[in-house]
């Protein structure tokens, strides 16, 4: 019998020798006579044990890791290839604390299957939400989305199912689908690993949503700093076509929808729906001013979906099971599960996803581990650049969209990063201004010229210039920066300056008149 | 002199392979890029031309994104993350000692054209922080040692 041995494709995994891994496993086996399939799946999640290779046995998969090509003969000395013991055996795979403990709706194949084999998709429940949907009027497909409660993974959480109804209701020649795979957001990885892991997810979700409401052309929006997912996708992409899923008449239903993958080229502020609209376009990505929406003016001036690869790739579960079914996950306004990535100083970082309502400190803790170095978690940044660093004593807010917006915060896109006692945040502020700096698109002034004087007024303060008077003039310029801007980039740039201040003002030498104010 | 260095026609069938895509100019970039390394500045009344555009326009496109170059690379391309997660780590320490090693800042070439270095904001490995990039793999978990180990054997991958 041949023997299943799954290695990641992932391009984490990848950054940490599993190519070399499944070659040496590959040479190993023939060096023994041995028969082996060897399954390049995507990563369950777990980077710490990462590269993980899993052998498939009776009694299910049987993780083992982290695995260097120095332990490939030793792995087979010990029958891993019959599930048994080794000191890098973690036992079965879906009994590993961290994963079993997880509620995984969007991720549920992720590191399962895979992620180029459409017959695997097929066998895992795939395309059973595009074959309701097929079923049903454009209006329910509407309904059904709305119902779930899901919002934008995006800052903004906007419900999904509102701005697919103003293009459903928009009446035009063309529409469009254009999913923002421009996740440039340090510490977020999860569009990465379901365009790696599992992108017939994301090509349902955007073929039900053309078909939701009247679109027959999409886009994927891919950074170009994901190489492994634009090839995982373009493979996905030609499979779907070959088999009817894409294309003319999908399925002989007489729906057309057609897809296509376009590289941005490392802009950051293209993460903005109307800057990447433009970039898509073929221009610069300068921001839009807003109105009109994009739903009603969106691409190439037509009415145009625009999400996120994670709001797109959990349509095709609540189509398959029912909004019902989704929105019975989660807390208070904040519906289903967050793909939560935990990332930085963290002993075992990964991907957890979880029903909104976790603690950050249950992530942090129970599954993050604490920090890598040891030493105290002093601050944690969550959703991205332009997300507020949180304290200690924020720790136990739970992670739902209204709960951190009242401690002046954003969930975002679901990224937690996690610094050490050892961090700087009068640093980490100068970087956020400074990150503002480059990567603003210079269409409004607040964002473009306040970063570049914000980047100055913190180093005055950090080397003692008139420190109340620029800290006084920081926070004006911040709150110019807050209310002026066309975007989130110069618009959301206070919340990691402004908090990294307010939270530990110590890092600045504020003096005791700053910590009063 | 780069007039010579780069191949006209091949440039050309890139733009007309690609000129009828609706937003076709991103996609005709990165076909040169592709195929040359990077977008030479005396291709642009080419593109300009077979996109019916003005070449302030095509000049103003390839300076507004940080990935197109309008200068050959070395022969390796290191691009070091500098976002929070791998600042986290110690990327800061490692961009010190990656500019020490190569003698360069971002945005330069070794004297030897062996290395090109440019910063890059976030690569998405923040699980295996701090992360490089050298030409198109990704390493995660850089120490000092390792950059030294990677760079002296570039092509070897991952």
Same mark, same amino acid.
């Given at each position: 019998?041949?023997?299943?041995?799954?290695?990641?494709?992932?391009?984490?995994?990848?950054?940490?020798?599993?190519?070399?891994?499944?070659?040496?496993?590959?040479?190993?086996?023939?060096?023994?006579?041995?028969?082996?399939?060897?399954?390049?799946?995507?990563?369950?999640?777990?980077?710490?044990?990462?590269?993980?290779?899993?052998?498939?046995?009776?009694?299910?998969?049987?993780?083992?890791?982290?695995?260097?090509?120095?332990?490939?003969?030793?792995?087979?000395?010990?029958?891993?290839?019959?599930?048994?013991?080794?000191?890098?055996?973690?036992?079965?795979?879906?009994?590993?604390?961290?994963?079993?403990?997880?509620?995984?709706?969007?991720?549920?194949?992720?590191?399962?299957?895979?992620?180029?084999?459409?017959?695997?998709?097929?066998?895992?429940?795939?395309?059973?939400?595009?074959?309701?949907?097929?079923?049903?009027?454009?209006?329910?497909?509407?309904?059904?989305?709305?119902?779930?409660?899901?919002?934008?993974?995006?800052?903004?959480?906007?419900?999904?199912?509102?701005?697919?109804?103003?293009?459903?209701?928009?009446?035009?020649?063309?529409?469009?689908?254009?999913?923002?795979?421009?996740?440039?957001?340090?510490?977020?990885?999860?569009?990465?690993?379901?365009?790696?892991?599992?992108?017939?997810?994301?090509?349902?979700?955007?073929?039900?949503?053309?078909?939701?409401?009247?679109?027959?052309?999409?886009?994927?929006?891919?950074?170009?700093?994901?190489?492994?997912?634009?090839?995982?996708?373009?493979?996905? $992409?030609? #499979?779907?076509?070959?088999? %009817?899923? =894409? *294309?003319?008449?999908?399925?002989? !239903?007489?729906? +057309?929808?057609? &897809?296509?993958?376009?590289?941005?080229?490392?802009?950051?502020?293209?993460?903005?729906?109307?800057?990447?609209?433009?970039?898509?376009?073929?221009?610069?990505?300068?921001?839009?001013?807003?109105?009109?929406?994009?739903?009603?003016?969106?691409?190439?001036?037509?009415?145009?979906?625009?999400?996120?690869?994670?709001?797109?790739?959990?349509?095709?579960?609540?189509?398959?099971?029912?909004?019902?079914?989704?929105?019975?996950?989660?807390?208070?306004?904040?519906?289903?599960?967050?793909?939560?990535?935990?990332?930085?100083?963290?002993?075992?970082?990964?991907?957890?996803?979880?029903?909104?309502?976790?603690?950050?400190?249950?992530?942090?803790?129970?599954?993050?581990?604490?920090?890598?170095?040891?030493?105290? $978690?002093? #601050?944690?940044?969550?959703? %991205?650049? =332009? *997300?507020?660093?949180?304290?200690? !004593?924020?720790? +136990?807010?739970? &992670?739902?969209?209204?709960?951190?917006?009242?401690?002046?915060?954003?969930?975002?896109?679901?990224?937690?990063?996690?610094?050490?006692?050892?961090?700087?945040?009068?640093?980490?502020?100068?970087?956020?201004?400074?990150?503002?700096?480059?990567?603003?698109?210079?269409?409004?002034?607040?964002?473009?010229?306040?970063?570049?004087?914000?980047?100055?007024?913190?180093?005055?303060?950090?080397?003692?210039?008139?420190?109340?008077?620029?800290?006084?003039?920081?926070?004006?310029?911040?709150?110019?920066?807050?209310?002026?801007?066309?975007?989130?980039?110069?618009?959301?740039?206070?919340?990691?300056?402004?908090?990294?201040?307010?939270?530990?003002?110590?890092?600045?030498?504020?003096?005791?008149?700053?910590?009063?104010? | 002199?780069?007039?010579?260095?780069?191949?006209?026609?091949?440039?050309?069938?890139?733009?007309?392979?690609?000129?009828?895509?609706?937003?076709?100019?991103?996609?005709?970039?990165?076909?040169?890029?592709?195929?040359?390394?990077?977008?030479?500045?005396?291709?642009?009344?080419?593109?300009?031309?077979?996109?019916?555009?003005?070449?302030?326009?095509?000049?103003?496109?390839?300076?507004?994104?940080?990935?197109?170059?309008?200068?050959?690379?070395?022969?390796?391309?290191?691009?070091?993350?500098?976002?929070?997660?791998?600042?986290?780590?110690?990327?800061?320490?490692?961009?010190?000692?990656?500019?020490?090693?190569?003698?360069?800042?971002?945005?330069?070439?070794?004297?030897?054209?062996?290395?090109?270095?440019?910063?890059?904001?976030?690569?998405?490995?923040?699980?295996?922080?701090?992360?490089?990039?050298?030409?198109?793999?990704?390493?995660?978990?850089?120490?000092?040692?390792?950059?030294?180990?990677?760079?002296?054997?570039?092509?070897?991958?991952?």
């Amino acid at each position: 019998m041949t023997a299943t041995v799954y290695i990641p494709r992932d391009s984490s995994a990848l950054s940490l020798g599993a190519e070399r891994v499944a070659n040496a496993l590959q040479a190993e086996a023939a060096r023994r006579n041995i028969a082996i399939d060897v399954v390049r799946n995507g990563s369950r999640g777990m980077y710490w044990l990462e590269p993980l290779v899993e052998v498939a046995t009776p009694n299910g998969r049987v993780a083992y890791g982290p695995v260097n090509v120095g332990d490939v003969a030793a792995l087979f000395d010990a029958g891993f290839l019959q599930g048994h013991p080794h000191p890098l055996c973690q036992g079965p795979t879906d009994e590993i604390p961290y994963l079993k403990q997880q509620e995984r709706l969007t991720f549920a194949r992720v590191g399962i299957t895979d992620p180029v084999s459409l017959d695997d998709y097929l066998a895992h429940e795939g395309y059973r939400g595009l074959r309701r949907a097929l079923d049903m009027a454009p209006a329910a497909i509407v309904d059904e989305v709305a119902q779930s409660g899901l919002r934008g993974r995006g800052g903004a959480a906007f419900p999904t199912g509102i701005k697919w109804r103003t293009v459903l209701n928009t009446p035009a020649g063309q529409k469009y689908i254009v999913c923002n795979a421009d996740e440039g957001d340090s510490g977020t990885f999860s569009d990465r690993m379901i365009m790696e892991g599992d992108p017939f997810v994301l090509i349902e979700g955007m073929t039900i949503a053309g078909l939701a409401v009247g679109a027959t052309q999409g886009y994927i929006y891919l950074r170009v700093e994901y190489p492994h997912a634009h090839r995982a996708l373009n493979e996905a $992409i030609q #499979a779907a076509y070959q088999a %009817g899923y =894409l *294309g003319r008449d999908i399925l002989g !239903s007489g729906k +057309d929808f057609d &897809l296509e993958v376009r590289l941005g080229a490392g802009a950051y502020v293209c993460g903005e729906e109307t800057s990447l609209l433009e970039s898509l376009e073929g221009k610069r990505g300068l921001v839009r001013f807003k109105p009109p929406l994009p739903a009603i003016k969106g691409l190439f001036g037509q009415p145009t979906i625009i999400n996120n690869v994670i709001s797109l790739a959990s349509v095709p579960i609540i189509l398959d099971k029912g909004g019902d079914y989704y929105r019975d996950f989660g807390m208070g306004r904040s519906r289903g599960t967050l793909p939560i990535q935990l990332a930085g100083n963290l002993k075992h970082p990964g991907l957890v996803e979880k029903a909104f309502g976790v603690t950050l400190r249950e992530i942090l803790y129970d599954y993050g581990g604490g920090s890598a170095t040891g030493r105290p $978690i002093r #601050a944690v940044q969550v959703g %991205g650049p =332009l *997300g507020a660093y949180l304290p200690e !004593s924020q720790f +136990d807010t739970p &992670l739902d969209y209204e709960a951190f917006a009242a401690l002046w915060a954003v969930l975002g896109h679901g990224g937690v990063v996690a610094f050490d006692d050892s961090v700087d945040m009068s640093k980490m502020a100068r970087y956020g201004m400074e990150f503002c700096a480059v990567e603003s698109c210079g269409k409004c002034t607040p964002c473009r010229i306040g970063s570049t004087r914000g980047v100055e007024v913190i180093d005055k303060v950090t080397h003692g210039v008139e420190r109340d008077k620029n800290l006084k003039l920081l926070r004006d310029l911040c709150d110019t920066m807050l209310n002026g801007s066309l975007c989130a980039l110069g618009g959301m740039t206070p919340y990691p300056v402004l908090s990294a201040l307010n939270h530990f003002p110590e890092d600045f030498g504020a003096s005791a008149t700053e910590k009063a104010a | 002199m780069t007039e010579q260095q780069w191949d006209r026609e091949s440039v050309r069938a890139i733009i007309a392979g690609l000129q009828d895509k609706p937003g076709a100019l991103l996609p005709i970039l990165h076909g040169i890029q592709d195929a040359l390394g990077y977008v030479p500045p005396d291709s642009v009344p080419l593109i300009a031309e077979g996109l019916n555009l003005s070449r302030a326009e095509v000049h103003g496109v390839i300076s507004f994104y940080h990935y197109f170059r309008q200068t050959p690379p070395g022969r390796h391309t290191i691009h070091l993350c500098r976002a929070e997660s791998c600042k986290s780590m110690g990327a800061d320490a490692l961009e010190t000692h990656v500019k020490t090693r190569l003698g360069i800042d971002y945005h330069e070439t070794t004297p030897d054209q062996a290395f090109s270095l440019e910063p890059v904001y976030c690569l998405g490995n923040c699980a295996c922080s701090p992360s490089i990039m050298v030409d198109h793999d990704v390493h995660g978990r850089i120490t000092p040692e390792r950059f030294d180990e990677i760079i002296a054997n570039p092509g070897v991958g991952a």
